[in-house]
């Protein structure tokens, strides 16, 4: 067979180049790493030490040979001289990057001039005396340095390699710090961690299940869990009154950038509490993560509660960047007196005129005002109608059309000054919503705004229970969520009014997490799934067991689930959940490192009673 080239194909896989000769094990004896490559410092010179590692870089100089030696805590500088290590300087002038090597030898002071400050061995290095090579290594695809860039698919491809870069290896200690102060915290708390089954049955609670069948029960399939909600209520129900657990979660759901088909989150479930336990509990925890393991971050103390409705009129979201220093303000009242028509078909089918101040951008480019109107029209918009406050005036299409005195007026309502913008957009409150909450972030960072040293949390509470369809009602939360003690009525006289104790924790434009307090009555929640459309036999077989557990005296009882995902991106200043997990996927759920999804053998299919259609 002809040797096949080295370099790439077509679509990014790495062609595997022909295997250079490996040169032999050598060794003078048995080496075992005593020291990691961070560690040896000046009160160390004199010292005999073995150390392990990957080699970063060699280099030779002066008839010596220079490797950095490289291992998660740092990097060592090795010097193998042909006077003191004959054979391990001969072995040294074969090694090549990533190379995993055993190197024992004495700890001296670099000589005069030649410390590096930027490590923290820089004032020292081990001049070889024995050389081992553990393994040799192909050339990697991508150079393993944070400074050198790659895409994002080769590096998912060879994660292996990815997380030997420094900064992809701080995240993941980043994350492992993070849940270890959760597990402390919560102990400390009286907290017990208790796995709950990964194998549940399919419910209807949210997003799709993924689903594994049961080559046992032929037909019968379980779903990997969307999150332990049923499993933690019963937990409360059997007096284990302090819950939580670092959950792994699955989703069948299109993947963003800040969201996975598999995601870890901690869940937490108390008994005999209300709103304001679990809201004291969580802040002080998140308090505490930030300040011992983001210090350079500043955040206030303690977190604002926003209205559920409130945040929707201001910010356009119930998920709002409080970095953003605008609002949005309702004009509707003046825009139905302006004769423009875009307002007034907007006010004629039920909608508003909203719009948003955006200080000193009245001289922005045409290309720059499309670039945003293009954002506005991406959520739904049909368009963003521009009022600047220029210095020969007003600009904009209703400086043409509006009446003088009715223009000022729009421009006090809008805080309008000299130097300033406005966008306006005309439609019904979901759109509007949704367009302005995109400019509303698009001016901020174009302000700067977004300072990434900023944690700006708040709570935001006042969610209804359910949200009108058009064929009746669905969840606001969880089928699971509580109500306000006295406001039971309201499902009966006007379901789309009912109150929650539901409530989420939002940072700067990210929800965190959420949770309620819980229904702990049988009849009110077969009220609620009937409401939801569920049928009696539905909710048997859907909700039955818990259901009959709350028949056994259920306690009252509430919880929340917070992403360590999102809260490591945060920390970490990452914009995607990829570079926040082990072995992530792409937006499409491919797990490009282990080729995964994948077919399977047609007798596996067989021993499941699964056959593929055509």
Known sequence: MPAVTAGWNSIGRA??????????????????????????????????????????????????????????????????????????????????????????????????????????????????????????????????????????????????????????????????????????????????????????????????????????????FYAL??????????????????????????????????????????????????????IGLVESLYCKIAAALAPEKSFAEPFPRLDYFDCLDRYGTDAPDLRVDLEIRDISDLAADSGFRAFAT?????????????PGCASLTRRQLDDWTELARGRGARGVVWLADREAGYWGPLAKTVPAELLARIAQRLDLGRGDLAGIVA?????????????????????????????????????????????GFTFSHNPFCGMPAGTEHTLESDPASAPSLQYDLVCNGWEMGGGSIRIHDADLQRRVFELLGYSSEQIEANFGPMLRAFDFGAPPHGGIATGIDRLVMLLSDNDSIRDVVAFPKTQDGVDLAQSAPGAIAAGQLAELGLRLKD
Not at 230 to 257: N, S, T, V, W
Not at 434 to 447: E, F, I, Y
């Open 346 to 358: 907007a006010l004629a089918e039920g909608g508003r005129v909203r719009a948003l101040s955006i």
């Open 427 to 471: 439609d019904q409150d979901s759109v509007t919503n949704a367009a302005l909450d995109g400019l509303r972030v698009a001016a901020g960072k174009h302000l700067g705004m977004l300072d990434q040293g900023r944690l700006e949390f708040c709570w935001v509470t006042g969610f209804p229970l359910l949200e009108a369809t058009a064929d």
């Open 15 to 220: 062609r595997r180049p022909p295997r250079r000769q490996r040169p032999a094990r050598r060794t003078d004896g048995l080496l075992k790493r005593e020291f990691d490559c961070g560690r040896l410092r000046p009160e160390h010179v004199g010292q005999q030490v073995t150390l392990g590692g990957w080699v970063h870089r060699r280099r030779d100089h002066g008839g010596l040979a220079f490797v950095d030696l490289r291992d998660r805590y740092g990097i060592t500088q090795i010097v193998f001289d042909p006077s003191t290590g004959p054979k391990a300087h001969d072995l040294a002038g074969d090694l090549r990057a990533e190379w995993v090597i055993l190197v024992r030898g004495e700890v001296r002071l670099r000589p005069p001039g030649t410390a590096n400050p930027g490590l923290d061995t820089g004032a020292i290095e081990v001049l070889a005396q024995q050389l081992e090579v553990v393994n040799a290594s192909e050339t990697p695809p991508f150079a393993i340095d944070d400074q050198v860039s790659a895409g994002a698919a080769l590096r998912m491809r060879h994660r292996y390699l990815d997380l030997r870069r420094p900064g992809q290896r701080a995240v993941l200690e980043l994350r492992h710090r993070i849940v270890k102060l959760m597990r402390d915290f919560l102990d400390e708390r009286g907290f017990l961690e208790i796995e709950t089954p990964l194998l549940i049955k399919s419910t209807p609670e949210g997003a799709r299940d993924f689903v594994v069948p049961s080559r046992l029960h032929p037909g019968q």
């Open 225 to 278: 869990p969307q999150s332990p909600q049923q499993m933690k209520q019963l937990l409360m129900i059997a007096g284990l009154d302090k819950y939580f657990q670092i959950a792994k979660c699955f989703r069948d759901e299109d993947p963003r950038a800040d969201r996975s088909v598999e995601f870890t989150q901690l869940d937490i479930e108390m008994a005999f509490v209300d709103r304001e336990d679990v």
